[in-house]
Structures are given as C-alpha cells and as structure tokens.
C-alpha cells in the first residue's frame, strides 16, 4: 500500500463570488522512503499540494488518503492527531518558539507529539540534535543561531517524533548555498538511514539535486514527472 495516494484531487478557492482554482486533479502515489521535490513557478499550486498532503486543509474534490486514512473523512481532532504522529514540518521561516532554547524547541515537539514527558525523551533529544550537528548547542535560542542553524533546528524538531512523512516548504530559502547544502545532506541522510519519506516544495536548482523524484507543477497539474 502507497504512503500517500491522491487521486483526481481538486481544491477551489472562494474569492468573493468569484472560484480560483488551486489544484485542478492531480493523481499522485507516494511510497515509503522517497525523496520527492515539487517544483514550479509561484502560484502552481505548490503550497496547497503541501497543505493538502499535510491535513492542514481538504481538498474541494477528489481524495487524498495518508497512511491509509481518506482525510475527507476525519475530524479536526482525527486530523489533529494524524497530524501529530505522522508528519512533520519544516519551514522557510524555521518557526522556532523564541523564548525556548534549541534542547526546548524540540522537547517541545516530541511532548505534543507523545503527551505526558516519556523515559528517555532527554536522550532522544539531545541524539536528534548531535546528529544535525548542534550536540554543543543545545541551550542556545534562537536569536543567538544563524540561519542554518535555525534551521537544523527545524529538522531535528520535525524529525524527533519519528514521522512517516516530512514535508518542507522552501526549506532552503533563506539559507546561503553552502548552509543549505549542509541541511538537505542532514536530510538526505536520515531519509537513507530512517526511510523518512520527504516531500519538499522549491524554486532552488539546489534541492532538486538531492531527490530521487521530481514533479513538475503547472497551473494546478502535474505536467512532469523524473524518477532518478
């Protein structure tokens, strides 16, 4: 069975009384352990793909069905809690709480994710943090981080509760080539090493390099496929 299946999936926004169509039926498969970027120019649909996988939104018509669940079909709370122990999100704005350090940020993250502080929670912590390189800094907020580093934050908060999927939107957008290189190498890796499934949305050349599977969106379709 797919990860992630979506088929003949719509969404139609409502202007006033005017219908702006997002998404206009996109068929996808997504299997467990791939590497999948979307690309396109701004206003394809990328961002909606992304919500829509992500259960932040439904689509207007169509299904789309994640770990075996029609999102269609379930509650705020259900989605809620797909949400929570399926899929994890990275941003191109890291969305990180200011007043935490980076140990509480992901501590934070694992909490919601597994309720009541469990054993072990300190160690798994600390553990995702060393392996993105920020094991020296773990009391550090982040206002005395620089980007990337913001943004290792991000991946390790994304990746402590062990999710299915990861989804990320323009995660190397505020990043210089270098920094951003280092963060998708994390990436790379932990999707090697966990089958992390990654679903990336991009402008950047960059990210497109690092993923077995290109899709190209166009005015609401996919209009390309590449598997490397």
Do not use: C
């Amino acid at each position: 069975m797919s990860l992630l299946v979506l088929k003949e999936v719509e969404k139609i926004y409502q202007e006033g009384k005017i219908e702006v169509p997002a998404l206009r039926g996109i068929d996808l498969e997504v299997q467990e352990g791939e590497f999948t970027t979307i690309f396109g120019p701004s206003g394809s649909g990328k961002t909606t793909l992304l919500n829509l996988v992500g259960a932040l939104d439904k689509p207007t018509r169509g299904q789309v069905t994640i770990n075996g669940e029609n999102i269609g079909e379930l509650s705020k709370n259900e989605l809620a809690l797909l949400r929570r122990h399926n899929i994890g999100f990275i941003f191109q704005s890291y969305n990180l709480i200011p007043v935490l350090t980076a140990f509480e940020n992901v501590e934070f993250a694992l909490r919601i994710a597994e309720g009541k502080k469990k054993k072990g929670a300190r160690e798994k912590v600390i553990q995702i943090l060393t392996q993105v390189g920020l094991g020296d800094m773990l009391n550090r907020r982040p206002n005395e981080l620089s980007g990337g580093q913001k943004q290792r934050v991000a991946v390790a908060r994304a990746l402590v509760k062990e999710p299915r999927i990861v989804l990320a939107d323009e995660p190397t957008a505020n990043l210089d080539s270098d920094t951003g290189k280092e963060v998708l190498k994390i990436m790379a890796d932990m999707n090697r090493e966990l089958k992390t499934t990654f679903i990336f949305s991009t402008h950047d050349p960059m990210v497109m390099e690092y993923a077995n599977r290109l899709l190209e969106l166009h005015d609401g379709l996919i209009t390309r496929e590449e598997k490397r």
